[in-house]
């Protein structure tokens, strides 16, 4: 039972990282109406915490954006990619699958999540439920290559595997 709690604490402060690192880069790094920092961390956290606590990570920031001004997009548009992508590398541990969670979960689920939430608290008029999914899916396409990327490094350098061992 202790091993279960260490587990379970390191998931929790690794989360809190996760969150304050797409927090801090999405705020210093930006590109208007994209945010492509968060997809990368979004693929970091699905892998090394897996899909809820990659969602919990990908909500703190987006919370913590949208008391620093930005709309309900900084939410909506980042919790699904975790998600699905943590879900299938859960279920494959293809790093690369990881990538097109990513991108569906965001680019697809959390345009169209948007939308209605948009014309609700901010009285967006577009008239296609689909108009947040050119501006969503090409910054989960960036992040999430970025997060591969990344993790593809950690592999090649024997770090991933033994963060995977910590975590797991």
Known sequence: MQVNGRI?????V???LFACLAYVLNTFVYFPAMAPFQHFVDVLAAVFVGPWYGFLAALICGCMRMMSGRTIQAVAGAVFGPILGGLIYRKTKNIYLVFVGEVIG?????AMASYPLMRLFYGLDAQSPFYYIPFYTPAAAVGGAMGVAVLLVLKRTKVFARM?????
């Not at 379970?8 to 929790?12: D, E, F, I, Q, Y």
């Not at 965001?106 to 959390?110: L, R």
């Not at 995977?164 to 797991?168: A, K, S």
């Open 164 to 168: 995977q061992e910590e975590l797991n």
């Open 106 to 110: 965001t680019g697809f689920f959390g």
């Open 8 to 12: 379970a604490t390191k998931k929790m």
């Open 14 to 16: 690794l989360t809190a």
